[in-house]
């Protein structure tokens, strides 16, 4: 499991970075056939693109 400390604004850029990566997955299952993946995935990329715009602390909750 991934490093849990948490530092002042590393859950932006987490979740910036989730947004790319889940953007680029979405593209990749969707040209190839897997349509609910790539739909699933395209959730996970507006999740992560909200909570980097709006902040969220560790424990989930919006700052």
Same mark, same amino acid.
């Given at each position: 499991? @991934?490093?849990? =400390?948490?530092?002042? #604004?590393?859950? =932006?850029?987490? @979740?910036?970075?989730? @947004? =790319?990566?889940?953007?680029? +997955? @979405?593209?990749?299952?969707?040209?190839?056939?897997?349509?609910? +993946? #790539?739909? +699933?995935?395209?959730?996970?990329? +507006?999740?992560?693109?909200?909570?980097?715009?709006? #902040?969220?602390?560790?424990? #989930?909750?919006? =700052?």
């Amino acid at each position: 499991m @991934a490093d849990q =400390t948490q530092e002042p #604004g590393n859950s =932006t850029a987490v @979740a910036s970075y989730v @947004a =790319t990566m889940s953007a680029d +997955l @979405a593209s990749m299952a969707r040209r190839t056939g897997l349509d609910t +993946l #790539g739909y +699933l995935l395209e959730m996970v990329r +507006l999740e992560a693109e909200s909570s980097s715009r709006n #902040g969220h602390q560790p424990n #989930g909750r919006r =700052t």
